[in-house]
């Protein structure tokens, strides 16, 4: 991979993009020296019930780290991602949903009809007795629903926390668990890809699993008419709630540092935590980042591929596009189905300008040669984009040369489920693209490098990456764990957000994200906390210790690769192995399934006790040359057990 090759801003975007060179370079330069007047400008892109008076009032000292923005002002995020577009566009299409099913109708839901249909079901959920800040869990397929919901609760003032429809009936009853959840909204099934997710009944075993909360009510959207249980006194079905309520229903008014959703996500140790959104700094940053990252136009069709259960499919599915009157394109299957040509023919079918996607999609359809555009025109696209992971330059060409046709810039955007939506990236008029790097922070966006003692370096060089002050649409807080937000974020480097990532900034001041330096794995763009899997693995009878760690994949960018420690009278088999996979199905979903399980019979262990993981992602990853010290460990013999092992497993 060389520094040298660069992409200069292309002349489409050059004579006609949003934000021009000159024009990023003074509004960046004035978005750090003034932020207060610079986002308070910026802030006029919402509609605001009550204006604020104060724009931000932060401290990231680990003695009292709080963070508000425009906190006395305040608006609805419903409002403004829909009744405001309703006098110039209520007959332009705001989501367009194309089915797992080819052969199915789409369904195109203009701004009117989003109105209608968010208003009633906002009204259903009142009629549930949902009130202002109570927690509503959703655990939905890819289908206009699941934004229907999301927008009204946001319009009564409701918190939604969404699950994603491919985790476990464990997880889910964690996640009600910790919000204290009295609805769910969910679906008979799900579809992905020709198969079917039974969401009804995971919520089913959820419900009875949870020990916290009592789930009062159940809606169940009847999405594919696959068969569930039915419970007459909790149960009722989606379009029987919202068919008897009315179209109109006045939005909640908001304060700006009300909580909008929670979301969980992994962290390095312990359970997921829930991160926390409010309502003003969250969707002024989506919406912002959303017309500047993508040069975005109303008119124009924009199609983000992620699943609404991640922070991407909040922040660029729903949010960001639907606060900019957009047309979002919301996609229920996958990319290779019924065959690897479906992407090709959805961009255009409705000729979509916008591709937002991520890396391992891209790496799953360049293992398949030409064959994923061989007979797709393209020529809507204007713009590509990426977030989840570092993109390796091979990919990144293969995407620019063939869906990009070599005309359209990639932004390779770069941020996290805590930074609400894109902090470095590259603005498509006004930064040259290097494959691979996430390229210049955005408005108002500060990153350093940390040395490891803490202290900021200058020029080119690579370190921990942070945040030296903050963004409107950051993170509070964890969902009933403030400390935990302070320990976690804020007292690696005093007086920084540690993003937990490391990168490296070039002689041009591009920054190249190099992956997390924490126990965080990154499967296919997707969290995984190391901690979470291995207490999945030792929650099994035959596990006595279990350590995971990331290993190269090359679809996935890291698998999830397993050191097990038997108990006793247990012995390795393939079956046992395969056991192993589906109990971590079972507790986490099928994203947590470990690629690789090797049998141990020690583990790497310092003196007092501790695991040396750097020892064993260097075997998993065939590195046996650069294991660096191991004369502390209690037993170095293990080692070379552990490389043998590895030669069996691998
Ligand atoms: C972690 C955040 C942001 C939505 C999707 C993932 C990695 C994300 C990039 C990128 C290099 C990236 C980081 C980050 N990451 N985008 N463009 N280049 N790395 O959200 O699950 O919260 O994960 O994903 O390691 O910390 P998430």
Same mark, same amino acid.
């Given at each position: 991979?060389?520094?040298?090759?660069?992409?200069?801003?292309?002349?489409?975007?050059?004579?006609?993009?949003?934000?021009?060179?000159?024009?990023?370079?003074?509004?960046?330069?004035?978005?750090?020296?003034?932020?207060?007047?610079?986002?308070?400008?910026?802030?006029?892109?919402?509609?605001?019930?009550?204006?604020?008076?104060?724009?931000?009032?932060?401290?990231?000292?680990?003695?009292?780290?709080?963070?508000?923005?425009?906190?006395?002002?305040?608006?609805?995020?419903?409002?403004?991602?829909?009744?405001?577009?309703?006098?110039?566009?209520?007959?332009?299409?705001?989501?367009?949903?194309?089915?797992?099913?080819?052969?199915?109708?789409?369904?195109?839901?203009?701004?009117?009809?989003?109105?209608?249909?968010?208003?009633?079901?906002?009204?259903?959920?009142?009629?549930?007795?949902?009130?202002?800040?109570?927690?509503?869990?959703?655990?939905?397929?890819?289908?206009?629903?699941?934004?229907?919901?999301?927008?009204?609760?946001?319009?009564?003032?409701?918190?939604?926390?969404?699950?994603?429809?491919?985790?476990?009936?464990?997880?889910?009853?964690?996640?009600?668990?910790?919000?204290?959840?009295?609805?769910?909204?969910?679906?008979?099934?799900?579809?992905?890809?020709?198969?079917?997710?039974?969401?009804?009944?995971?919520?089913?075993?959820?419900?009875?699993?949870?020990?916290?909360?009592?789930?009062?009510?159940?809606?169940?959207?009847?999405?594919?008419?696959?068969?569930?249980?039915?419970?007459?006194?909790?149960?009722?079905?989606?379009?029987?709630?919202?068919?008897?309520?009315?179209?109109?229903? @006045?939005?909640?008014?908001?304060? *700006?540092?009300?909580? =909008?959703?929670? &979301?969980?996500?992994? %962290?390095?140790? !312990?359970? /997921?935590?829930?991160?926390?959104?409010?309502?003003?700094?969250?969707?002024?940053?989506?919406?912002?980042?959303?017309?500047?990252?993508?040069?975005?136009?109303?008119?124009?069709?924009?199609?983000?591929?992620?699943?609404?259960?991640?922070?991407?499919?909040?922040?660029?599915?729903?949010?960001?596009?639907?606060?900019?009157?957009?047309?979002?394109?919301?996609?229920?299957?996958?990319?290779?189905?019924?065959?690897?040509?479906?992407?090709?023919?959805?961009?255009?079918?409705?000729?979509?300008?916008?591709?937002?996607?991520?890396?391992?999609?891209?790496?799953?359809?360049?293992? @398949?040669?030409?064959?994923?555009? *061989?007979?797709?025109? =393209?020529?809507? &696209?204007?713009?590509? %984009?990426?977030? !989840?992971? /570092?993109?390796?330059?091979?990919?990144?060409?293969?995407?620019?040369?063939?869906?990009?046709?070599?005309?359209?810039?990639?932004?390779?955007?770069?941020?996290?489920?805590?930074?609400?939506?894109?902090?470095?990236?590259?603005?498509?008029?006004?930064?040259?693209?290097?494959?691979?790097?996430?390229?210049?922070?955005?408005?108002?966006?500060?990153?350093?490098?940390?040395?490891?003692?803490?202290?900021?370096?200058?020029?080119?060089?690579?370190?921990?990456?942070?945040?030296?002050?903050?963004?409107?649409?950051?993170?509070?807080?964890?969902?009933?764990?403030?400390?935990?937000?302070?320990?976690?974020?804020?007292?690696?480097?005093?007086?920084?957000?540690?993003?937990?990532?490391?990168?490296?900034?070039?002689?041009?001041?591009?920054?190249?994200?190099?992956?997390?330096?924490?126990?965080?794995?990154?499967?296919?763009?997707?969290?995984?906390?190391?901690?979470?899997?291995?207490?999945?693995?030792?929650?099994?009878?035959?596990?006595?210790?279990?350590?995971?760690?990331?290993?190269?994949?090359?679809?996935?960018?890291?698998?999830?690769?397993?050191?097990?420690?038997?108990?006793?009278?247990?012995?390795?088999?393939?079956?046992?192995?395969?056991?192993?996979?589906?109990?971590?199905?079972?507790?986490?979903?099928?994203?947590?399934?470990?690629?690789?399980?090797?049998?141990?019979?020690?583990?790497?262990?310092?003196?007092?006790?501790?695991?040396?993981?750097?020892?064993?992602?260097?075997?998993?990853?065939?590195?046996?040359?650069?294991?660096?010290?191991?004369?502390?460990?209690?037993?170095?013999?293990?080692?070379?057990?552990?490389?043998?092992?590895?030669?069996?497993?691998?």
């Amino acid at each position: 991979m060389s520094d040298e090759a660069v992409y200069p801003v292309t002349d489409h975007f050059r004579n006609k993009a949003l934000i021009d060179k000159e024009t990023y370079e003074s509004m960046y330069q004035r978005s750090i020296q003034d932020p207060e007047s610079f986002w308070a400008e910026q802030a006029k892109r919402l509609d605001w019930m009550k204006p604020f008076s104060r724009v931000k009032d932060v401290s990231f000292a680990s003695d009292d780290v709080h963070i508000r923005w425009f906190d006395d002002g305040t608006l609805n995020a419903a409002a403004n991602c829909i009744d405001r577009h309703l006098e110039e566009r209520s007959g332009q299409p705001a989501i367009i949903w194309e089915p797992d099913e080819e052969s199915e109708d789409n369904r195109v839901i203009t701004y009117a009809e989003l109105h209608e249909e968010v208003s009633r079901l906002a009204n259903g959920l009142k009629s549930l007795g949902v009130k202002k800040g109570d927690i509503v869990t959703l655990y939905m397929p890819m289908v206009p629903e699941a934004a229907y919901a999301m927008l009204a609760c946001a319009r009564i003032g409701a918190i939604h926390s969404v699950v994603f429809g491919g985790f476990s009936p464990e997880a889910l009853a964690g996640r009600i668990d910790d919000g204290g959840s009295k609805v769910v909204i969910t679906a008979d099934e799900a579809r992905r890809g020709g198969k079917r997710v039974p969401l009804k009944a995971n919520v089913d075993e959820a419900v009875s699993l949870c020990k916290e909360s009592s789930v009062d009510n159940v809606v169940v959207l009847k999405a594919t008419g696959g068969n569930v249980d039915f419970n007459g006194n909790r149960d009722i079905w989606y379009r029987d709630l919202v068919g008897k309520q009315s179209d109109q229903c @006045e939005p909640e008014e908001m304060g *700006a540092e009300d909580t =909008l959703f929670v &979301l969980y996500t992994s %962290g390095s140790t !312990g359970k /997921p935590k829930g991160v926390v959104h409010t309502t003003g700094g969250y969707l002024l940053h989506t919406s912002i980042t959303h017309e500047y990252v993508f040069d975005y136009r109303p008119g124009e069709v924009y199609w983000c591929s992620a699943d609404v259960g991640w922070i991407t499919g909040h922040s660029y599915v729903v949010y960001g596009p639907l606060a900019n009157g957009g047309t979002t394109m919301m996609f229920e299957g996958v990319p290779t189905y019924p065959d690897v040509g479906r992407l090709g023919r959805i961009i255009d079918k409705y000729k979509i300008a916008t591709f937002y996607t991520a890396p391992t999609a891209i790496r799953s359809l360049m293992a @398949e040669g030409d064959a994923p555009v *061989a007979n797709a025109d =393209l020529s809507s &696209l204007k713009l590509l %984009g990426t977030v !989840g992971e /570092p993109i390796n330059p091979e990919a990144w060409r293969w995407f620019h040369q063939k869906f990009g046709k070599g005309q359209c810039p990639i932004v390779d955007t770069w941020w996290q489920t805590e930074t609400g939506g894109i902090l470095i990236s590259p603005l498509p008029g006004a930064i040259d693209l290097k494959p691979g790097s996430a390229t210049k922070p955005f408005f108002g966006v500060q990153p350093a490098l940390m040395d490891p003692e803490g202290n900021e370096m200058e020029g080119a060089t690579s370190g921990g990456l942070v945040l030296k002050d903050s963004w409107p649409g950051q993170m509070r807080t964890i969902l009933g764990n403030h400390q935990r937000f302070v320990e976690t974020y804020f007292s690696t480097y005093e007086g920084c957000y540690f993003t937990g990532d490391g990168a490296k900034r070039d002689e041009d001041g591009y920054y190249w994200i190099t992956g997390r330096v924490d126990d965080v794995l990154n499967v296919s763009g997707h969290r995984m906390g190391t901690a979470e899997v291995e207490s999945a693995l030792v929650s099994h009878d035959a596990v006595a210790e279990a350590a995971v760690v990331g290993c190269p994949h090359e679809i996935k960018g890291q698998g999830i690769y397993v050191y097990v420690t038997l108990t006793h009278g247990q012995s390795p088999s393939d079956e046992l192995a395969k056991e192993l996979k589906q109990h971590v199905r079972k507790e986490i979903g099928p994203i947590a399934t470990p690629d690789v399980i090797q049998w141990a019979d020690g583990l790497p262990k310092t003196r007092s006790g501790k695991i040396m993981r750097r020892i064993l992602r260097k075997i998993a990853a065939d590195e046996f040359d650069s294991l660096g010290d191991t004369s502390t460990l209690a037993d170095p013999n293990v080692v070379d057990d552990l490389i043998e092992g590895h030669r069996v497993a691998a």
